[in-house]
């Protein structure tokens, strides 16, 4: 065998922590120790969602919601747990197309979200976006992007503006294990490591890309591992359980707000439904589905804590009462309110007159 | 026997350069691939390389010349033991320069410019490259504010491809003037999320050919984000950089993107052609709350121009201006077509025709007012349009004047364009193709039944 050129240093500690040291961090800690207070918190917000996401799911049965409708319904730990290490008034996120959770999860009126749903004036982009395309800058939140991984660079570009700004926030970008294919990624990933940018990269695995299982599309199939060649470290988390995905984020966060560079986080979870409301979704078996929903239901995981935390049943059974009203309010008003006046055609497509 | 060296084309559009210092001197003996002399080009200062091994003759330009032309002999090369020839022999075979570009001309003189009413009467003028314009507005507006910032491939401590940059890295640090790595896609999207993040980011494509790698972003991003989200979303980054044929650099370095992204709602699309309105209108655009696409052109960087002194020049965006008056038809053009159809106009005016020529400056929105006002006057209109003729900025132009002109009209409205063909690279070939006075003025004739 070759002698090793005496050169050559071994490994630098550094290559090591690079690749290895967050997830290290979050394997020695797993769980974040919630409170009961934080915990039904966490329960309450994965709660409206999947709600939510029900109430959208009928309403576009019944016609009132057009076009594509993608529904995070399996996937709701994810965003809530991400969003609530979060500092509201510095950090930013911004999502693909799945993107109704997400603005949840940071507490948007869900009556605006779902009057953009179905196309209405008080929609929050006065319905001018639809459910792939809803922003709220009050909130940070920057979309709501329709194509496959744009949203990624965009993120890094959020980054820049918070290093450039220099008040030590960061940003969130999510995308998908399809968009993980995109080129845009890793030129993305490339500039995020050069430049140190403040930004966490989280791919959402819900195990298909539409309609092509990770495994037919991806020759490697660990995402957290696809930032090694930029020298970024990558963090396997599971993302069914809200107090797991929590841990994970305050570890990437910790390294982010320290000026350490990018974060690569993969997140393995699972959407119930297809991938749009128009997605029959036989490529895969109900048997599968069926699995993930009785043993890794992120919902019932959070509610089987909280009664073993000694929370009672009644607390719990408020809580879904109370969502479902919120839910149906939302519903009626998204149903009710008017559609966009005629000006609206017209109107924010420039800024400025010229 | 002797060698002359001759002033080498060390660019596409490199017609003349300075001698600007000599590494040898007569009597050293070279071999090659030695480093002989360092010559400046309007856009970098290079090394010129001895190719042959002997002995400095005469050197026949000193250095500090400026303004040798390509192909003018600047020293020779005798064999080692032979005697260098003498110097009344040398001054004779200072060879006529050859052409690297005929279409190519930066024009040698400054050209004055029409009175512009945005510009106060009396103002200062000063001459200036378009080059230094562009680079002055960046500069002036990243004084002024902030946030704003370029990024691109060479813009920082290569001083730009074109040169357009330079100086910037220097005034303003590496946190403001910042190279990327060769990644269209990726520093357009970054580009555009940090002005949604709040910045003003100038992003520079050494070309805008390579940003079809990035017009996602440009359109997807950039331009429908603000309507998409019902006013809340801004993006005031502008996408600069050289558009439309350069000189024999081929189909896929030559192309003008104005028609395709002057299609977009949503974004503001601004094309000058001279100094003032280059550096006026990149002012305008860095403030834009609006994502913008500048287009510049290659061919015209290197060109002078009066320039109006004034602390602030900042032109109104979507205003059309009338860069000379005539009654009898209106040549309608943007970006270096503008200077050909002065030219065009030149020449109509020697026999007998009184041309009109407006230059668009801004691509969308579109000032149809200034075009069929003059219309209106003239009653006969020519566009021309350095870019492909099918979905162009003419048709676009023909299509206002049929709609809201036809009762104006005493004759067909015509289109010049360049040839309907991927650019070719053979002189002959790429000269036929791309547009020129000639027939921007035979096209007049024609609209003129001349």
């Known amino acids: ?354 | 026997m002797a060698i002359e060296l001759k002033m080498p084309a060390l660019s596409p559009t490199m017609e003349e350069g300075t001698l600007a210092k000599w590494l040898v001197k007569e009597g050293d003996t070279v071999k090659s691939g030695d480093i002989l002399a360092e010559i400046e080009t309007d856009k970098a200062t290079m090394e010129f390389e001895a190719i042959d091994e002997g002995v400095i003759g005469k050197i026949t330009v000193p250095e500090g010349t400026e303004g040798v032309k390509v192909g003018t002999v600047i020293a020779v090369i005798g064999e080692e033991g032979e005697t260098p020839p003498a110097p009344a022999a040398v001054a004779e075979t200072a060879a006529p320069a050859v052409k690297v570009a005929e279409p190519a001309v930066d024009r040698p003189v400054a050209v004055a410019r029409a009175a512009d009413p945005t510009v106060p009467a009396g103002t200062n003028m000063k001459m200036s490259t378009v080059r230094e314009a562009l680079r002055d507005a960046m500069a002036e507006e990243m004084r002024r504010d902030d946030r704003v910032f370029v990024m691109g491939e060479e813009v920082a401590e290569y001083q730009g491809a074109y040169k357009v940059t330079q100086g910037l890295l220097e005034e303003f640090g590496a946190k403001r003037v910042i190279d990327t790595p060769i990644t269209e896609y990726g520093f357009a999207g970054i580009g555009t999320g940090a002005a949604m993040g709040g910045l003003r980011p100038i992003v520079e494509f050494m070309t805008f050919n390579f940003a079809m790698q990035a017009i996602d972003h440009i359109i997807n991003s950039a331009a429908k984000t603000n309507y998409m989200s019902g006013g809340q979303m801004r993006c005031p980054v502008v996408f600069r950089g050289p558009n439309g044929a350069a000189a024999r650099v081929g189909a896929q370095h030559s192309q003008n993107y104005g028609p395709w992204y002057s299609s977009v709602p949503g974004l503001i699309v601004i094309a000058p052609y001279d100094a003032a309105d280059a550096k006026g209108l990149l002012k305008a655009a860095i403030r834009s709350d609006d994502p913008v696409v500048f287009l510049e052109n290659e061919l015209v960087y290197g060109r002078t121009f009066e320039l109006p002194e004034l602390d602030d020049h900042v032109l109104p965006i979507g205003k059309a201006r009338i860069v000379r008056e005539g009654k009898d038809v209106t040549i309608v053009s943007y970006s270096i077509g503008v200077g050909m159809a002065l030219d065009a106009a030149e020449t109509l005016a020697g026999e007998g025709i009184e041309a009109e020529v407006i230059d668009l400056r801004t691509l969308r929105p579109l000032d149809t007012e200034t075009v069929l006002a003059s219309l209106a006057r003239t009653n006969r209109l020519v566009v021309a349009e350095e870019g492909w003729p099918q979905c162009s900025i003419a048709s676009e132009i023909i299509a206002v004047c049929m709609e809201q002109g036809f009762d104006n009209l005493d004759a067909p409205v015509m289109r010049v364009c360049n040839e309907d063909v991927p650019l070719p690279y053979a002189a002959n070939l790429e000269k036929a193709a791309l547009i020129d006075a000639g027939r921007i003025a035979a096209a007049v004739r024609k609209v003129c039944y001349r």
């Open chain 1, 1 to 354: 065998m070759a002698k090793t050129p005496s050169a050559r240093k071994p490994a630098a500690s550094g290559e090591e922590f690079a690749l290895r040291s967050l997830q290290d961090a979050h394997t020695a800690k797993p769980r974040y120790p919630a409170s009961d207070d934080e915990l039904l918190r966490f329960y309450e917000q994965m709660v409206l969602i999947r709600r939510f996401e029900e109430k959208a799911g009928q309403l576009y049965g019944l016609g009132l919601i057009g076009g594509f409708c993608h529904l995070y319904i399996g996937q709701e730990a994810v965003a809530v747990g991400l969003q609530s290490a979060l500092d509201g008034d510095k950090d930013s996120v911004i999502t693909g197309y799945r993107d109704h959770g997400h603005m949840l999860a940071y507490g948007i009126d869900p009556k605006v979200i779902m009057a953009e749903l179905t196309g209405r004036g008080a929609g929050i982009s006065h319905g001018k976006g639809g459910s792939m395309h809803m922003f709220s800058v009050d909130h940070k939140f920057y979309g709501g992007h329709g194509i496959v991984g744009a949203q990624v660079p965009l993120g890094a570009g959020l980054a820049f503006a918070h290093k450039y700004r220099e008040h030590g926030g960061g940003c969130i970008a999510y995308f998908g294990d399809g968009a993980s294919n995109q080129g845009q990624v890793y030129e993305a990933f490339n500039v995020a490591a050069l430049w140190n940018l403040p930004i966490i990269f989280v791919v959402e695995n819900n195990g298909y890309a539409m309609g092509t299982a990770v495994k037919r599309g991806s020759a490697e199939t660990h995402f957290y591992r696809r930032g090694t060649a930029f020298r970024i470290p990558g963090m396997d988390v599971n993302g069914m359980d809200v107090l797991e995905v929590r841990a994970a984020a305050e570890v990437a966060l910790a390294h982010v707000r320290a000026g350490k560079g990018p974060v690569l986080m993969e997140l393995k979870t699972y959407r119930y439904r297809g991938h749009s409301m128009s997605d029959p979704a036989k490529y895969r078996s109900r048997e599968e589905v069926q699995e993930m929903r009785d043993k890794h239901d992120p919902i019932d995981a959070a509610k089987a804590e909280l009664i073993k935390r000694g929370i009672s049943e009644e607390a719990i059974k408020d809580i879904d009462k109370r969502i479902r009203g919120i839910v149906a309010e939302a519903a009626d008003f998204a149903e009710n309110s008017p559609e966009p006046e005629m000006t609206e055609l017209y109107t924010d497509i420039l800024v400025e007159s010229y």
